[in-house]
């Protein structure tokens, strides 16, 4: 059982999956904003919160009995989002990423899954690439490999879009797989988790927008584990898609609501980062 350190929890959805994956346990959590630190509270309790990723040390988890095996984070992303200012990786939100990046070269997980938002991979516009760039380069200096992919929740069965890169890096002390070994992975079990739903009409032009991403220059030279298991899924079914779920029937009567909403609109979608744990299992068994 893995030992998770859990950075910008939010409600807590990369944990859900991950734990319900077998692999992982959740030892502590950094949260800055109160309601979602309510929300983990409730949800894991006895398990540390802390508050601020830019105060929290390995020097101090080792003072309070915390061991890490792997860390999991997405680190905010209204200074790369498309929908965000595009200040960059370097501004003061998208720019914490560098704080995550300190953690993991003061810790030395033997994993770290990383989620963000796609646009990741394409900016900045005058330079394209050099955001996601960023992130491998400071991953690498680190010593760490990273595979990664775009995986949309509506590829395992939500019924809204949420695309997002997702990274898994490994340390050196992690045997690499050999290329059989990702072929068996990606080929057998972790395809077979993937939900395939949805009308085969759609399967194409879903396939074709997966494609295009991953075969961005930036990204071709980079085989992930996940690769397959995203090509062999179709789209939840749908006719008309707004951009959110539809929150009403949760949120009428529900103290704090507006806050609830903004929690759900950044949280991860548990059933992938399950997805990504059971990947690890299979590639620890490979080893």
């Known amino acids: 059982m893995m030992r998770l350190l859990d950075l910008f929890s939010g409600i807590g959805g990369f944990s859900l999956g991950l734990e319900r994956s077998g692999a992982f346990k959740t030892v502590a959590f950094c949260e800055i ?77 033997r994993y770290v899954i990383v989620e963000n938002v796609t646009n990741l991979l394409a900016g900045p516009s005058e330079r394209p690439g050099w955001w ?26 939500a019924e809204h879009d949420r695309d997002r890169v997702w990274i898994v890096a490994y340390s050196d002390e992690v045997r ?40 961005h220059p930036h990204v071709a030279r980079f085989q992930p584990w996940l690769r397959s298991a995203i090509n062999n899924a179709t789209p939840a079914s749908r006719e008309h898609w707004n951009h959110q779920p539809v929150l009403g029937r949760g949120v009428h009567g529900v103290p704090n609501r507006v806050d609830r909403i903004g929690a759900l609109g950044n949280s991860v979608y548990p059933k992938i980062t399950e997805m990504i744990g059971m990947s690890i299992i299979e590639a620890e068994k490979m080893k």
């Not at 996601?132 to 949309?152: K, M, Q, T």
């Not at 690499?176 to 194409?204: F, H, K, W, Y």
């Open 33 to 109: 904003e109160d309601y979602p630190r309510r929300v983990l509270a409730k949800r894991w309790p006895g398990v540390p919160i802390y508050d601020d990723i830019r105060t929290l040390t390995a020097e101090q988890l080792a003072s309070d009995g915390i061991r890490v095996d792997a860390i999991c984070g997405g680190f905010p992303c209204q200074d790369i989002s498309i929908a965000g200012s595009k200040a960059g990786i370097s501004a003061s939100r998208s720019g914490l990423w560098s704080e995550l990046s300190r953690l993991i070269g003061e810790i030395r997980p």
């Open 132 to 157: 996601f760039g960023r992130v491998l380069g400071d991953l690498a200096s680190l010593g760490y490999n990273a595979e990664w992919h775009c995986i949309p929740a509506s590829s395992v069965g």
């Open 176 to 215: 690499e797989l050999q290329p059989q070994g990702r072929e068996q992975v990606q080929r057998g079990r972790i395809s077979n988790r993937v939900e395939a739903v949805g009308p085969d009409t759609d399967q194409a032009r879903y396939k074709g927008r997966v494609q295009a991403r991953t075969d």
